[in-house]
């Protein structure tokens, strides 16, 4: 009966068609926003789980069905008291229908609930999904903060049509219907009084809908646009310390918080506005009824037991409306949530054949071959008159670049800022796509790799060198979840971390604070590089992975980096030349092409630029 809450939704997030990279530099088309798409959308979340929402259905319908026939049963059991009859068998009736009731709207509610709580699971993991699969330009273009917002505050909506909105339409439009019927059964003319009060209540919906449905996207965007600035403050909180900027950001974030309050209290009050036209609309519709049909009971055209009857219909329509009202709510709040996810699944994602949360993680892949092979040979690399320039700039970042990695040696990189140089990684990584020229991994054009398995043949060590809130095992083994602890360890004590593992008590399970803070400039480097080391890649990419080291460190670091590059192919951006001295290859970068390339004292004789630069850094 019931679907597994395991289950993925046949939604935009879990069943997207993969993009290229290189479609990230195309802007997005803008999301649909016609009813059409958005239900759509909603549909695709909740048909996984259609079974248990068609058994809430029922179970609620069928408790709707018998409150309908309660005002009859009551109105049976007046005309027995009122004529002296036995009313042992009407009493009975009522009394079954009242529990009967309940205990369907109990188990009604129940499923209901649990259905929803399926649909906002799945749609935050399809949702989280997408986020992991986007390609980098199309994460650097959006707001982590409003990201996040996303995934919390607009899935919740979720749960609030799942549970309420599509059952209070189809529960409250059936009360309503059959309320209008028995009531026509009951009285025809005291029904044509009411259906005129009831078409005046449509008329001053049809109107506010529109400024609910607004006022509620509105009011997601605050609260998107002010946890986007708290991720900027909190991402750069030492700074704001240091410059004294603690007023300023805290003028900024209350002008959003008040932003999303103004936006809050809009949606509210135009909430108000229809729940207090629909509680009006029932009160006059009862005074009237009541003046009316106490007329007709005086003149003989009806029975009390008829206009009682009546009364309690007219006094049960307040459900089925307040219902109504609530549901085209939630629904309007639920369109602008369901939008906001919809210019999420619009962004360029990347081709990544990622794992279900549910299973259990992949094996290490390094050194996996574009068929599925393994390889243990170190990578050679080639960049064959590569042009690219960046998303939104106008100069290249790399003009008719070409170079020759040569396998099983160290490479550096080195010139001044700009030239391009963590420009080459990210194209290694596939990151970026140049528009012009080949990148080949193995003779082979990086378009011609799975993602997966390139990646896998890679090892990156960034240039701000991340470290993960987490334990020290679980940053070094990130990349390889397959590693024996006598492997960790020996990698710890190759990049020189023995004294934070003795810091840490030997306990490679010791947590490290959020973002490293706990750890130095120079032991988050080598965490990020014990890390990469350990995954044994065939091509390592270093970006001035050594650059907060002290001088001890970086000459054992520098050893280490010699030692693996006869087995692995090491590519190093660097600024000091200390570091790189003996590579096989130092390419001197200009202005986004290849000035120089050679040996460090073939570039002292041969190129005036990298001499300058020994020069400057004593190396001479």
Do not use: C
Not at 334 to 350: D, F, K, W
């Amino acid at each position: 009966m019931a679907q597994t809450m395991e289950a993925q939704p046949d939604t935009p997030q879990a069943s997207e068609t993969a993009q290229t990279t290189a479609s990230a530099d195309r802007p997005a088309p803008p999301p649909q926003d016609g009813s059409r798409h958005w239900m759509r959308m909603l549909a695709g979340y909740i048909r996984p789980h259609r079974a248990t929402f068609i058994t809430a259905a029922v179970l609620l319908l069928a408790s709707s069905v018998l409150g309908l026939l309660q005002p009859l049963a009551v109105r049976t059991l007046i005309d027995e008291l009122t004529t002296g009859t036995e009313t042992g068998q009407a009493l009975v009736i009522v009394t079954v229908l009242v529990s009967v009731a309940a205990v369907l709207l109990g188990i009604g509610n129940y499923l209901t609930l649990r259905t929803a709580e399926a649909v906002v699971l799945d749609g935050r993991r399809g949702l989280i999904r997408h986020l992991l699969r986007l390609s980098v330009p199309s994460m650097h273009s959006q707001a982590p903060g409003d990201l996040m917002a996303r995934v919390t505050t607009d899935t919740m909506l979720l749960r609030q049509i799942a549970s309420q909105a599509l059952i209070d339409l189809l529960t409250g439009g059936l009360m309503l219907a059959g309320a209008v019927v028995l009531m026509g059964v009951v009285d025809v003319v005291l029904l044509g009084v009411t259906v005129v009060v009831i078409l005046l209540l449509v008329v001053t919906m049809a109107v506010i809908m529109p400024r609910i449905r607004i006022a509620a996207l509105r009011a997601q965007q605050s609260v998107g646009e002010m946890g986007a600035v708290l991720e900027r403050v909190f991402g750069a909180f030492t700074t704001v310390k240091a410059s004294g900027m603690e007023a300023a950001e805290l003028a900024r974030v209350d002008a959003e918080a008040r932003s999303a309050y103004q936006q809050g209290v809009s949606l509210a009050r135009w909430g108000s506005v229809g729940g207090t036209a629909a509680g009006l609309a029932i009160q006059v519709a009862f005074l009237v009824v009541l003046g009316v049909g106490g007329a007709r009971v005086a003149g003989g055209a009806m029975t009390v037991s008829a206009l009682v009857a009546f009364l309690l219909y007219v006094a049960y329509l307040t459900h089925p409306v307040i219902q109504l009202m609530s549901a085209t709510t939630y629904l309007q709040a639920g369109r602008a949530a369901l939008s906001r996810i919809a210019q999420v699944n619009t962004l360029p994602a990347e081709p990544l054949d990622l794992p279900l949360p549910s299973q259990n993680p992949p094996a290490k892949a390094a050194r996996a071959e574009p068929d599925g092979g393994i390889s243990s040979t170190p990578a050679s690399v080639t960049f064959d008159q590569v042009t690219f320039t960046y998303p939104g700039r106008a100069e290249p970042a790399l003009g008719d670049f070409t170079l020759t990695v040569p396998s099983g040696n160290l490479t550096a990189l080195v010139g001044p800022s700009g030239s391009g140089k963590t420009t080459v990684l990210k194209l290694l990584e596939r990151f970026y796509d140049p528009q012009q020229g080949r990148v080949l991994f193995d003779e082979q054009s990086l378009a011609d790799w799975p993602l997966n398995s390139l990646r896998a043949n890679i090892g990156y060590v960034e240039q701000d060198a991340p470290v993960l809130a987490g334990t020290l095992r679980e940053n070094v083994a990130y990349a390889a979840p397959d590693a024996s602890e006598d492997d960790i360890r020996a990698v710890l004590r190759l990049t020189r971390l023995d004294p934070l593992l003795q810091r840490l008590g030997g306990d490679l399970d010791a947590e490290i604070q959020h973002r490293g803070v706990s750890l130095s400039g120079g032991e988050r480097q080598r965490v990020a590089i014990a890390r990469a080391l350990l995954r044994k890649p065939r091509l390592l990419l270093l970006d001035e992975a050594t650059s907060q080291l002290d001088a001890a460190n970086e000459a054992a670091l520098r050893e280490v980096i010699r030692e693996i590059s006869g087995d692995t192919t090491v590519i190093v951006v660097a600024h000091r030349l200390s570091t790189v001295v003996h590579a096989a290859q130092i390419v001197v970068m200009v202005d986004g092409t290849a000035q120089a390339a050679g040996t460090h004292a073939e570039l002292l004789q041969n190129d005036p630029l990298y001499a300058q630069l020994a020069a400057e850094q004593a190396l001479a």
